[in-house]
Every structure is written in C-alpha cells, then in structure tokens.
C-alpha cells in the first residue's frame, strides 16, 4: 500500500553533513506521520526523529537534538533527515517509515506499519 524508498546515504567525514531524502509512493502520504530510525552493526534499531502528517510536528531522540533536521513536503510526498556535525558513533544503516494514516507522532518501532530498505550512513574519523 505505501512504498518507501530512502536516498542521500554515503561516506562522509567527522563534522560533515548530510541530507537523507525518503520518497513515498502509494496512498494518504499527507495523511501518515513518518519517522526515521537506524540500525548501527549489532545494535537493535532505534529511533530518530518523527514528524506528524500536517501540522509539522516534530520528536527527536534527545541525543540527536540540535544535530538532526526532520522535515516534509507533503506536494513531493518526500521526507527529509538533515544530519549535521556528524560523529563516528551515526554510523548505521537509515530506515525511513511511515505510521498508519491519521495517526500522531511515535517513537516506537512497532508502531510504524511500512518500512524503507535503508540507506547506508557511514562517518569516518
């Protein structure tokens, strides 16, 4: 029913930037809170940030904040993460995901019914 396909990921510096784009495809795009997560290598996968369906609402995970950008433009059904002053420690695999239509902002992983394939965030030293 929604399709998510997460772009941006790549190699970059300690104290770089990047900007993660999230593409949705399928039905009520402005209508679905997203969120996105990540996965670093053999850690559970935890939450990012999350933004709500219309108003602009906005979670992050306390760590993250001041660092990491959620946004969304409803017209080009695309969610964005800006990552900036990157750090080793950001180094996972990014997932972009979107809740169930007409529901609010979540930071629990199980509460998101679709799932991107992930893009690969790598930060070097």
């Known amino acids: 029913q929604v399709q998510l396909v997460e772009s941006g990921g790549g190699l970059v510096q300690a104290g770089g930037s990047l900007r993660l784009s999230c593409a949705a495809s399928?039905?009520?795009?402005?209508?679905?809170?997203m969120g996105w997560f990540r996965q670093a290598p053999g850690k559970e996968r935890e939450f990012v940030a999350a933004i709500s369906s219309s108003d602009g609402t906005t979670y992050y995970a306390d760590s993250l904040k001041g660092r990491f950008t959620i946004s969304r433009d409803n017209a080009k059904n695309t969610v964005y993460l800006q990552m900036n002053s990157l750090k080793p420690e950001d180094t996972a695999v990014y997932y972009c995901?979107?809740?169930?239509?007409?529901?609010?902002?979540?930071?629990?992983?199980?509460?998101?019914?679709?799932w991107g394939q992930g893009t690969q965030v790598t930060v070097s030293s």
């Open positions: 995901a979107a809740r169930a239509a007409a529901l609010g902002v979540s930071d629990q992983l199980s509460s998101y019914a679709y």
């Open positions: 399928g039905r009520a795009f402005n209508m679905r809170a």
